[in-house]
């Protein structure tokens, strides 16, 4: 079962950015700048780079992102099983960031305490 027409959401974005293409043609180009620096090594691949950005779209909770990056990794040659071994880094990253914060949280119970 899909819970959402990823097609017509991918569609739904580009259109969106079109929009603020238009307004503001410079935002875009900016964008599209940092992504063409990140990649112009060349040392990871195109696979590599868009299995790291699936995962961190899925950390930061961008629907946007992950109909883009999941798209670029499957015609970058990735398969399911390695964009699900991306995605479990992605988990388990944010299970990290979870625990971490919560030693926090103790640390904040500890002052608010005394």
């Not at 990140?38 to 992950?66: F, H, N, Y």
């Not at 499957?74 to 399911?80: D, E, F, P, Q, V």
Request: some cysteine; charged content about 20%; glycine content about 10%.
């Amino acid at each position: 079962m899909t819970m959402m027409d990823w097609n017509e959401y991918h569609k739904q974005v580009y259109a969106g950015l079109g929009e603020i293409g238009k307004v503001s043609p410079d935002i875009v180009k900016g964008y599209q700048s940092l992504g063409n620096a990140a990649t112009k090594t060349g040392l990871l691949g195109p696979k590599v780079q868009e299995l790291i950005a699936l995962a961190v779209a899925v950390t930061v909770r961008c629907d946007g992102c992950i109909v883009v990056h999941t798209e670029n990794a499957i015609k970058a040659g990735a398969t399911k099983e390695e964009i699900i071994e991306a995605l479990g880094t992605a988990i388990s990253v944010n299970a990290g960031a979870a625990l971490v914060y919560s030693a926090r949280a103790m640390d904040a119970f500890a002052v608010k305490k005394l």
